[in-house]
């Protein structure tokens, strides 16, 4: 029963320690001699930039890695766990950034599979009900995952976790997918959690967040330990530079921008998806000028991805003025017209759309660059000009990289990302249409790629910016829209969209009445 | 004590070379604990298989004949492997530029054609190879069919097509009722090289294939597109390369190498259209181009050392008395472990030591 609470008089021990814990993968140490002590009742954070080691740490405090040198006490014995199920046995629960569910399953099927109990399918499907009701976590055990929002899906993988009845739960960015008003709801559950004598391990980069709601936190960064700290007794900034370890570099907005004629132009767009499960665009309009950035901001899967193809041409639009990019109707055009026209596309993944992966960086420049500027003569490759656009986004991006010219899967995500933005950005784009320019990126270098993406529309370029991240929109934007389920709002001037607003927008307020209503009235 | 595969940080560029000399490795000892069975001497089995063949000027002659097809036919694969198609159907596409071509070399049969019948007979070959090989990209394409399946089905198709001509409307009326046709015309022929020996023109067109190949991929926006689209498939969309227009030019381009090799051993080692002008050729052409990793040079060599085990099966056949499907077996032994060793690039093993006793019952 979920009342069997965790013992609660092992108070003086821990009830999770790790003693020296370290992972080495060849010479690279992702943990390195990591101290950490987890009490119930706590709200623990692990803060950290991308890389610093987080994820290492809690795959191995959930078994799915063995530490290379180091040791676990839980409630102060030694534990050695030989995978996940002897963790979850042993009343360790995780809920992972990237769901792992079946879209064609329903709810109860995904919990069951994800269970390892013998209960028969009826008792797990009452017991789901029961435990998502008692954490007002609603769920339809009966509906199929590929009609639930973001929001409900992770709901699916933090109830599973509780069906388990853990003493101690990791979850790992949990809030990356919701809307700031779905976050609170969760951060109510996670308080009810805590009240109730569990541990929780929170990972996180939202410092504002963690400043509210966890009780420790510990920082790493390159595989160490650098502190452990109560989070409410520091300032954002001083736990970034913890993170960070130097001052981060504020992004200049430099003078006034002309704004100029319009670039991009979007006309009543609406498309089908092309999958099944992908999200139908619905009449979206928009007007971009040259020297201004657009902001669209809303949870992931309201057709985001869907607008991004339907703009760099990866889909084609029946209508050719549906899109007009420098006054050319480009609707019907494919990718490398619309780069002939002046455009540039930025997409979120790195990884595989925006680069393949195991193929060197001067052939990741030809991908984007074989049709527009003299990389190819006569179906010919120019080695010398691809090459040497390598070395200049090097040199104007900083990009840290082994050798001249390696594949780009060797890169870290944010030396890949500033090369993808430089690569771009040196074909000096009229328009510049980029997806979650810093997603996943270290802090040096999402500086570096804000700060050029503002250049970019100093110098009169269009910019439209696609993010989840409402600070980084509000730093770099000057109107931003929401989207939700394939529309997209009228865009408010960024100075006057408050987090309540675009919270608001991207739970779909505004565009539907009642839901509005019952929104306010919540 | 755990063996465990924990991926690689970076591809091993060193066990990309390497991956095929230890399935070769691998593949020979295999085969001896099958000699061994067999009861046969494994030693000189294998002395009769991979060392005898070298040892005379014939059998060289002959391993450079039989691995001008494979390589042809391979480099073609190789563009539609790395391009994501999985073409199965070389053998039959081989069969329809053999029959194509032949239909030439019949209608001209003892009339004053010219030499152009050669170039012409070799330009059918290609054609009808690539049309033939166009149905199931086609089918791909539109329909969504795997084309795996239909290319391998169209294999069967040109068989029984070929097996019909030969025994109906293109038999010789002097060939003794044997399924042949009659022997072509000297101008209907792939002219040798060196007199008296068996070595033919088709050998320098493989050469200047595999040449062509290596600056297609090598320095060409076209191989790169093959590439990319094959590698990472949605980069590739991005980069606005069409994965569909591809798949009908790799298939294209590798059923008209595959039909210009049948037409090539048809009107050059065999000198005239009957069942069985092939050993399986098409399908050899799999392993050989797996084998050379996709890359033209090493599919060069990867179909010389094919052609050499073709050879030495049918030396230990005379020799030793070893039946000769056990060269298909030695053939499909080589492709499983050229497969699996290609996991090595990417991955490593590793022995864990888990000290698992100091494992207290906590839980």
């Known amino acids: 029963m979920l009342n069997s609470a965790p013992d609660l008089h092992s108070t003086e021990t821990p009830l999770l320690q790790t003693v020296g814990l370290t992972k080495r993968y060849g010479d690279f140490l992702a943990n390195d001699r990591v101290d950490i002590e987890i009490w119930p009742r706590q709200i623990h954070a692990l803060l950290g930039e991308n890389g610093a080691g987080k994820s290492t740490l809690v795959k191995t405090i959930y078994g799915l890695i ?7 006490l839980w409630q102060g014995k030694r534990m050695i766990l030989s995978g996940p199920s002897e963790a979850r046995s042993r009343g360790i629960g995780m809920v992972f950034q990237h769901f792992s569910l079946f879209d064609n399953l329903t709810v109860a099927e995904n919990v069951a599979l994800g269970l390892d109990g013998k209960e028969t399918f009826k008792d797990m499907s009452a017991r789901l009900e029961q435990v998502s009701n008692v954490y007002g976590l609603p769920l339809d055990p009966k509906r199929e995952v590929w009609q639930l929002s973001v929001g409900e899906r992770q709901r699916i993988e933090i109830v599973r976790a509780l069906m388990q009845d853990p003493k101690f739960l990791i979850l790992d960015e949990p809030t990356a997918v919701l809307t700031p008003q779905e976050a609170d709801q969760l951060f109510i559950v996670l308080d009810r959690l805590k009240a109730e004598g569990r541990a929780i391990l929170y990972i996180s980069h939202k410092l504002e967040e963690v400043k509210r709601l966890c009780d420790t936190a510990t920082i790493l960064r390159l595989g160490k330990k650098v502190a452990t700290c109560n989070p409410k007794a520091e300032t954002a900034s001083s736990l970034a530079r913890m993170m960070v370890g130097t001052e981060i570099k504020e992004v200049r907005a430099g003078a006034e921008r002309k704004i100029t004629v319009p670039r991009l132009v979007v006309n009543d767009l609406s498309l089908e998806p092309d999958d099944p499960h992908g999200v139908r665009l619905q009449h979206i309009s928009l007007e971009l000028k040259g020297g201004e950035i657009l902001g669209i ?3 992931a899967g309201n057709g985001q991805d869907e607008l991004f193809a339907a703009l760099s041409g990866e889909r084609l639009s029946q209508d050719p003025g549906t899109v007009v990019i420098e006054g050319v ?6 990718i490398t017209q619309r780069r002939k026209l002046g455009a540039a596309f930025v997409p979120e993944e790195r990884l595989g759309h925006g680069t393949a992966p195991r193929m060197k960086l001067s052939e990741n420049a030809l991908l984007t660059g074989h049709a527009a500027s003299g990389m190819v003569q ?23 990289k082994a050798k001249r010219d390696p594949e780009a899967a060797s890169l870290s995500g944010g030396n890949l990302q500033k090369f993808i933005v430089g690569r771009e950005i040196l074909r000096n784009p009229a328009v510049l249409v980029v997806s979650q320019p810093t997603w996943g990126v270290d802090a040096g270098a999402a500086a570096v790629i804000r700060q050029a993406v503002l250049d970019l529309a100093a110098a009169g370029a269009a910019v439209l910016v696609t993010s989840q991240d409402l600070d980084e929109l509000a730093e770099i934007t000057d109107r931003i829209a929401v989207m939700f389920h394939g529309r997209l709002s009228q865009p408010l001037a960024t100075s006057e969209a408050s987090r309540e607003k675009l919270g608001l927008l991207m739970g779909g ?11 306010v009235g919540a | 004590m755990q063996l465990v595969l924990e991926k690689r940080a970076e591809r091993s560029n060193t066990i990309a070379l390497v991956s095929p000399l230890i399935a070769i490795g691998l593949t020979i000892v295999t085969m001896s604990i099958l000699f061994v069975i067999l009861g046969k001497n494994p030693i000189s089995a294998l002395i009769v298989y991979f060392i005898d063949p070298l040892t005379d000027a014939y059998s060289l002659q002959e391993i450079a004949v039989k691995a001008s097809p494979l390589v042809m036919i391979a480099i073609g694969l190789s563009l539609c492997y790395l391009a994501n198609a999985w073409n199965i159907g070389a053998e039959g596409q081989f069969l329809i530029g053999a029959v194509a071509g032949s239909w030439l070399a019949v209608k001209t049969q003892g009339t004053d054609a010219g030499f152009w019948v050669l170039p012409a007979m070799l330009l059918l070959g290609a054609v009808a190879g690539a049309l033939y090989a166009l149905i199931p990209a086609i089918c791909k394409v539109r329909f969504g069919a795997s084309e795996i399946l239909t290319s391998l089905m169209l294999v069967y198709v040109a068989d029984l097509l070929l097996d019909y001509l030969v025994r109906g409307p293109w038999r010789d009326p002097a060939g003794f009722n044997f399924p042949t046709t009659a022997e072509f015309d000297p101008v209907a022929t792939v002219p040798i090289l060196v007199e008296g020996g068996r070595l033919h023109l088709g050998a320098i067109i493989t050469l200047l294939i595999v040449a062509a190949a290596a600056v297609l991929l090598g320095r060409t926006i076209k191989g790169f597109e093959i590439r990319v689209v094959g590698a990472a498939p949605r980069a590739a969309r991005f980069g606005g390369f069409n994965a569909n227009q591809l798949i009908l030019l790799t298939f294209a381009v590798s059923g008209a190498l595959a039909g210009l090799a049948g037409i090539i051993e048809v009107a050059g080692p065999v000198g005239h259209l009957q069942p069985g002008i092939s050993p399986g050729y098409g399908f050899t052409a799999i392993i050989v181009a797996f084998l050379g990793r996709l890359n033209p040079i090493g599919i060069l060599i990867a179909g010389l050392f094919l052609a050499l085990t073709f050879i030495g099966g049918e030396q230990a056949q005379i020799a030793m008395k070893i039946p000769l499907d056990v060269t298909k077996v030695f053939q499909g032994i080589l492709l499983f472990y050229v497969l699996a060793c290609d996991s090595l690039i990417l991955y490593r093993f590793r022995l864990v030591f888990a000290s698992r006793q100091v494992s207290s019952g906590t839980g």
Do not use: W
């Not at chain 1, 109707?329 to 494919?334: C, E, Q, V």
């Open chain 1, 66 to 72: 063995q530490p290379s040198e180091g040791e676990m």
């Open chain 1, 297 to 299: 901001a809303g949870v």
């Open chain 1, 329 to 334: 109707a480009a609707g019907h055009l494919s």
């Open chain 1, 378 to 400: 006569r179906g010919f490759i120019n080695t010398t000009a691809t090459l040497k656009t390598v070395d200049r986004a090097t040199e104007a991006f900083d990009v840290r």
């Open chain 1, 509 to 519: 307020s505004s565009l539907d009445e009642r839901e509005a209503a019952h929104a």
